[in-house]
């Protein structure tokens, strides 16, 4: 038995399945691509049997081909990030184990390199594929296919194991949840070494037989020209990917404005997520586009799990309410569940919640209880909507008693009017034992003092939540995915 994900693409034959600005390439045509690269990673065996295959290639069809080979050969695909210097992407392939290294031209040295140190086999995309395919293995859907490294905030990146089972939970969860259709048609320009890009885009597209317009990265302009054009019905993207299209727009020119947010007009979809979302960016992009933002809250180890409804009222602040497949509670310190409205750690089971990490049995114990698996991120529930309130670890600040969101006070902070953007994190302190700290990016030819701020927050947050310190910056420290680097921040307070 085939994979149901490339079982189902025979259906959608001569119908384009990636668009790039190298071409258009149809299900039928990344079958049989996929199938010569899973005949070369082969290599005359008969099933890679999870062997790990890591890839480093720039968003477009090589990528998904390469990614569908290895799958279709029996390997666990490997994506490996782009923007990672050397040690970071030997860490990931001496990690998880790789016996392969697929790579585009651009990365050969940087690759080859790697290959030759640990003795692995490399194969260039550009290399010529075999005419003739051979006999595919069957591959349970219980097997392993994917590695995703995720950073967390303490540590060395952890693999992210899902089971082709897995992996298909969490694609058929958000393909019912969004009503996806394959007259649909949505524009890629996220990272292919994070969920996002590769599940919530990449994967739902190609299951239902839809068009993925694949850009090799975000750009403001390109993304607004395609926009524009308008045969666009679905846009998913994290939070400072709007606010770059919200400068983009405000820098426009009025006739160009009007086109813009006609483009907009016509989707019939865009999501935010990976990120909280700040209320004043849903606002601007409602003005600007007509569509309340569906925000949604999901992570690599569980897939999508909260989400705003398709139909019905979407809450601003809020994430909504569980997934179809997902069952959500919410827990104390000593594990119990809390009552309504109090706020508590969110724990997942569903069909969609990942094997294992990589090689690390105890810290994938640690991570579940009694089945359920431990998120790491505090929630509430109020009006029958969830509101994530942030990573326990970095955004809950416990300061004189009190345990305080990080994110309820950036949110506060991001109305003043001096303030563009921040950061607020909580910082060692021998006497309040984290005190509130945030890092700010100030509007330009703005001035605020610490006690200013202070005399304005206080009319708005209770007294413990003010920040005690300020810092002003250009920049705040981000990841790939454009999430702020909070353990970053702290460290800039104590060491400035
Ligand atoms: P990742 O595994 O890289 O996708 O990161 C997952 C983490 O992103 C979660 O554990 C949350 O802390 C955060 N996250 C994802 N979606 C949201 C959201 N809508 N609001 C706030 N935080 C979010």
Known sequence: MNLPLIDRSQQHGNKIAIATTEGSFSYQYLLQTSAKIATNLLNNTKDLQEQRVAFLIPSGFQYVATQWGIWRAGGIAVPLCISHPKPELDYVIADSGASIIVAHPNFEALLRQI???????????SENLPETVSLLPEIDIARRGLIIYTSGTTGKPKGVVTTHQNIQAQITSLISAWEWKSEDSILHFLPLHHIHGIINVLSCALWIGAQCEMLTKFDAQIVWQRIIEGN????????????????????????????????????????????????????????????????????????????????????????????????????????????????????????GVFLEYWQKPEATAKAFRDGWFCTGDFAVVENDNYR????????????????????????????????????????????????????????????????????????????????????????????????????????????R
Request: proline share 5%.
């Open 232 to 351: 666009l019905t679905l846009f998913m993207a994290v939070p400072t990917i709007y606010v770059k299209l919200i400068a983009a727009w405000e820098a426009a020119d009025k006739d160009t404005q009007k086109k813009m947010s006609a483009g907009c007009a016509k989707m019939r979809l865009m999501v935010s997520g990976s990120a909280a979302l700040p209320v004043q960016v849903l606002e601007k992009w409602r003005n600007i586009s007509g569509h309340f933002l569906l925000e949604r809250y999901g992570m690599t180890e569980i897939g999508m799990a909260l989400s705003n409804p398709l139909h019905g009222e979407r809450l601003a602040g809020y994430v909504g309410k569980p997934l179809p497949e997902v069952e959500i509670q919410l827990v104390d310190e000593r594990g119990n569940v809390v009552s309504p409205g109090t706020s508590g750690e969110i724990q997942v089971k569903s069909p």
């Open 388 to 495: 994530i309130l942030g990573r326990m670890s970095v955004d809950i600040i416990k300061t004189g008693g009190y345990k305080v969101s990080a994110l309820e006070i950036e949110e506060v902070l991001r109305t003043h009017p001096h303030i563009q953007e921040c950061a607020v994190v909580g910082v060692a302190d021998s006497e309040w034992g984290e005190i509130v700290s945030a890092a700010l990016i100030l509007q330009s030819g703005s001035n605020l003092s610490l006690e200013t701020l202070r005399s304005w927050a206080k009319e708005r947050l209770a007294t413990y939540k003010v920040p005690t310190q300020i810092m002003t910056v250009e920049e705040l420290p981000r990841n790939a995915m454009g999430k702020v680097i909070k353990p970053s921040i702290s460290q800039l307070f104590l060491t």
């Open 115 to 125: 290959a030759q140190e640990r003795n692995l086999r490399f194969i260039l995309t």
